[in-house]
Nanobody, 128 residues
């Protein structure tokens, strides 16, 4: 069973940076087309999409993080990254990485229901 393990969460001051990493225990899918994404769940709120990347290189971001966050994927290392710059207190939450075999090309961050493999989450806290 494929496992996704996030790391890199922690505390930061507003305006600071953090880099999240998600490592897959093995390639999520036998076929080459899939989508990887980052989601977050702020305290007391529902999970929301943050960024996603397709195997064709297409990327998408939530409006709230555009220009501040960058998603990237090192396929050889089975690793997904989320570089978070210019952090704001509203970026606080538990961040999850996820993989989907049902989406490959993206124009926006797919809904969480499209993803079928999830990591356990890593906490990000941004103070003002």
């Amino acid at each position: 069973q494929v496992q996704l393990v996030e790391s890199g969460g922690g505390s930061a001051q507003a305006g600071g940076s953090l880099r999240l990493t998600c490592i897959a225990s093995e390639y999520p899918y036998k076929h080459s087309s899939y989508c990887l994404g980052w989601f977050r769940q702020p305290p007391g709120k529902e999970r929301e999409g943050v960024a996603a990347i397709g195997t064709d290189g297409s990327v998408a971001y939530a409006n709230s993080v555009k220009g501040r966050f960058t998603i990237s994927h090192d396929k050889a290392e089975r690793t997904l990254y989320l570089q978070m710059d210019s952090l704001k207190p509203e970026d606080t939450g538990t961040y999850y990485c996820a993989a989907s075999s049902r989406v490959a090309q993206i124009a926006s961050v797919p809904a969480a229901t499209w993803f079928d493999i999830w990591g356990q989450g890593t906490q990000v806290t941004v103070s003002s």
